[in-house]
């Protein structure tokens, strides 16, 4: 039986958040405005190629219809409903699930999110045990062959989905969005939520989307500062809905998935007859469904101690103080981590650990905490371990970005 990891509380300073909060319109751009909803029709874009996109695309087998109007494929009769209405609707289905049924949005990516889907013409000989094994006759869970219009496929959920999907709805009213077509987005959802009591019919698919090859909260009934996307690529997203998305580390269980994202070196979980843990011998997802229980206590509970109307709320000022809460205590100084013709602070590992709350140098001095080094030997490394300072590889940070919070330092060793 899988066990779930006990994971140490995410710290947060509340006074900290509620003057954040109280800070929102004047600290972002973004958020110049966040008590009213953008209904600027949106261009399409000619889009960089995003390797994200690719993965879900293969399972794309029709074309997106093209439209001025937002057609909300996954309301009965595929409505199609001009600004005037889609602003009355998101305001009226927000409000009502925050303030009577304590409830924010959540919006579930699928392949490598919450599952992994590949074709059965495309899997290793050491995998083809999978195609003649009922779930009973071997230890993983949740295998299913699924037939579609261009041909059959395998899925394989996510460890722990089902406990994650039926308590996460109890926070949130569950969405599902993918750059799939329909045919496989429904598919899926019936794998998920065979009684179609958790997502009722919100199956959002690229059929759907406003814009090329992007996701876009546009089709969702739901005002933005209401929503958390969970999500593998945030890239795939426009600008605005950035801020909503967590990141989630890609699930690869299938041979074919690990080839698709250049990591034919590594032998997948399929072969390996095993699944997913993080480090403390438990299931990813039990870690996600903790942050979320975060964001939503904070949210409706502790600002609420405070006098804040819910509706005037804004839970992606919620997600950037917890962020900031993982490194906060950190003074970082990296060390031939990055290449030499670029600049450190421009360097995405470099804002993210700022991203986490971490203050980072290029110079050592006693408040120093931790140096992250490619090797052990360079001259900021042995400084490190003169002064007793943590000597942490790059996957340190990468990790505690994933897992929002900060990690045991002896786990990711400098070699």
């Known amino acids: ?122 899997m290793s000989p050491d995998e083809e045990y999978l195609k003649t094994q009922t779930q009973s006759h071997h230890s993983l869970q949740f295998v299913h062959i699924v037939d579609t219009p261009s041909g059959q496929l395998m899925t394989k959920l996510r460890p722990y989905i089902r406990t994650f999907l039926v308590q996460a709805s109890q926070m949130f009213e569950l969405s599902i969005y993918t750059m799939g077509t329909r045919d496989y987005a429904l598919e899926m959802a019936k794998l998920l939520d065979p009684g179609n009591h958790i997502f009722g019919g919100r199956v959002i698919s690229r059929n759907d989307s406003t814009e090329t090859d992007r996701k876009s909260l546009d089709v969702l009934l739901a005002r933005d500062s209401a929503v958390v996307i969970l999500d593998d690529t945030k890239n795939v997203w426009t600008n605005d809905n950035r801020d909503n998305v967590i990141l989630m580390p890609r699930y690869h269980f299938f041979r074919s998935s690990c080839q698709k994202f250049g990591l034919s070196n590594r032998k997948p979980y399929s072969e390996l007859k095993t699944d997913e843990f993080d ?25 609420e101690l405070r006098g804040w109307d819910l509706i005037d709320r804004d839970v992606r000022l919620v997600l950037k103080i917890l962020k900031k809460e ?18 450190a602070d421009t360097h995405p590992l470099w804002k993210m650990a700022e991203q986490l709350g971490a203050t980072c140098s290029t110079q050592v001095d006693p408040s120093v905490t931790h140096v992250v080094a490619a090797n052990a030997r360079t001259q900021k490394s042995c400084w490190a371990v003169k002064e007793g300072k943590f000597l942490v590889n790059p996957q340190w940070i990468r990790t505690a970005n994933f897992m929002w919070q900060k990690q045991p330092e002896d786990n990711f060793p400098c070699h």
């Open 1 to 122: 039986m899988m066990s779930v990891a006990t994971v140490s509380p995410i710290l947060h300073n509340i006074d900290n958040l509620v003057g954040y909060l109280k800070r929102g319109r004047g600290l972002d751009s973004d958020y110049s405005d966040l008590g009213l909803l953008d209904h600027r029709a949106k261009r399409l874009k000619v889009l960089e190629t995003d390797v994200g996109i690719s993965q879900e695309a293969r399972f794309a087998f029709d074309e997106k219809p093209m439209s001025s109007q937002v057609r909300f494929g996954y309301i009965p009769k595929g409505s199609v409903l001009g600004d005037d209405e889609i602003d009355r609707l998101r305001n009226e289905n927000t409000r009502n699930l925050l303030l009577n049924h304590k409830k924010l949005h959540l919006v579930l990516d699928l392949d490598h999110t919450l599952l992994n889907t590949t074709f059965l013409d495309e």
């Open 279 to 303: 480090r403390y011998g438990g299931a990813y997802l039990a870690n996600v469904l903790q942050l979320l229980g975060y964001i939503h206590t904070i949210f409706f509970n502790e600002v």
């Open 326 to 343: 993982v490194l906060k205590d950190c003074k970082i100084v990296f060390s031939h981590v990055f290449p030499s013709n670029v600049e």
